[in-house]
């Protein structure tokens, strides 16, 4: 039995989580573990009721579940940054989620907007750390609101966490990956500080796993890369914001927001699985939104507990339904409402 933590969230969070919850349910029921599952309501409606965004005692209740699974935040009526920050980024600061992992995975039968390529040629995983880099919150304004305002925002890359990071990139590809490629995403050629740094302890660490093959690419020519030959990347380890930027690339290539998912992870601890988009807003409570990636969310989140079998089944059930049933992955184009669509992966599955 595994305690799980569910954040509705924002916008279409709800019908996300609610679609997926019924495809972990059937897992539960083919697989014979169990999922107890406890509500949080947070997000910008509680926000605007109560003024309260994450209290400290969530936050210590969050440390006893197993996983926290995660709709979506962000909400039209809030100032843009007050949820990000107080509680997506509060939550992977506050229980040191240091690992966004983001695979990139092209389904057959999912149009990708890349000419001549398939899922052959899409299937790689973005290792991103998670807090630290342009995301710590480190600098300031100085003469705000004059003519002479200075506006520093400054990366900030710990030795420890940097390693830690590498680390895990190298032990996933390890364990996870046939074609055992880590290409470090980076900028050297400007950034001589922060990448150096990056540099130095991956070709440090590097020796310790000889069966890698590693790479190192500028983030610009990756993201290059990414459109014109992604079948040359295997695993991609970089820094918050490169990796922020260039997994909204990578979904794009995998056929959208709708099925894009990433687990925010902590190995060993509790860790949070979630879809990679926004809360849609505009959608909301129409019944139209894609839930795959929140369905592969909850996937991720099983083969991080330990339920592997029940993740690539989970899986299966989505490429099939993909190539299968679904006419788009676009909201409102799928052919089929939010519910029925996991419907169908839980009766594949
Ligand atoms: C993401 C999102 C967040 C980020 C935002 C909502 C703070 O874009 O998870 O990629 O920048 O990390
Ligand atoms: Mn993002």
Not at 206 to 224: K, L
Not at 243 to 254: E, P, R, Y
Not at 286 to 293: E, S
């Amino acid at each position: 039995m595994y305690k799980i933590a569910v954040i509705p969230g924002d916008g279409t969070g709800a019908e996300q989580v609610e679609a997926g919850l019924k495809v972990l349910q059937a897992a539960q029921d083919k697989f014979g573990f169990k999922l107890e599952t406890e509500s949080y309501d947070l997000g910008g409606d509680r926000y605007k009721r109560t003024k309260e965004i994450l209290p400290d005692s969530v936050i210590e209740e969050l440390k006893t579940f197993d996983a926290i699974y995660l709709g979506a935040i962000g909400h039209p009526d809030v100032k843009p940054g007050i949820l990000e920050k107080g509680l997506l980024l509060r939550l992977r600061f506050e229980l040191d989620l240091y690992i966004n992992l983001r695979p990139v995975k092209l389904y057959p039968g999912v149009f990708t907007p890349i000419k001549d390529k398939g899922p052959e040629d899409i299937d790689f995983v973005v290792v991103r750390e998670n807090t630290e880099g342009l995301y710590a919150g480190a600098g300031g304004f100085l003469r705000k609101g004059t003519k002479h305002e200075i506006a520093v925002q400054e990366s900030i890359n710990t030795r420890f966490g940097v390693e830690r990071c590498l680390k895990y990139a190298f032990d996933y590809c390890r364990a996870k990956r046939k074609r055992k490629k880590l290409t470090l995403c980076g900028k050297t050629n400007v950034l001589t500080y922060a990448f150096d740094l990056w540099d130095r302890v991956f070709n440090e660490i590097g020796p310790a796993y000889p069966e890698i093959e590693r790479d190192y690419a500028h983030v610009d020519a990756i993201s290059m890369w990414m459109v014109k030959n992604p079948e040359w990347f295997d695993v991609i380890v970089t820094d918050n914001m490169f990796g922020d930027i260039i997994t909204d690339l990578g979904a794009m290539i995998q056929g959208g927001m709708g099925i894009a998912a990433g687990g925010n992870l902590h190995p060993s601890r509790v860790s949070m699985f979630e879809p990679i988009g926004g809360s849609a807003p505009k959608y909301t409570g129409q019944g139209i939104i894609n839930p795959m990636a929140s369905i592969c969310a909850g996937a991720m989140m099983l083969d991080y507990l330990g339920q592997d079998q029940a993740a690539a089944h989970i899986e299966e059930a989505v490429a099939h339904v993909c190539s299968n049933d679904l006419k788009s992955l676009n909201a409102g184009e799928m052919g089929y409402s939010t519910l029925e669509v996991s419907e169908l992966v839980a009766k594949r599955l």
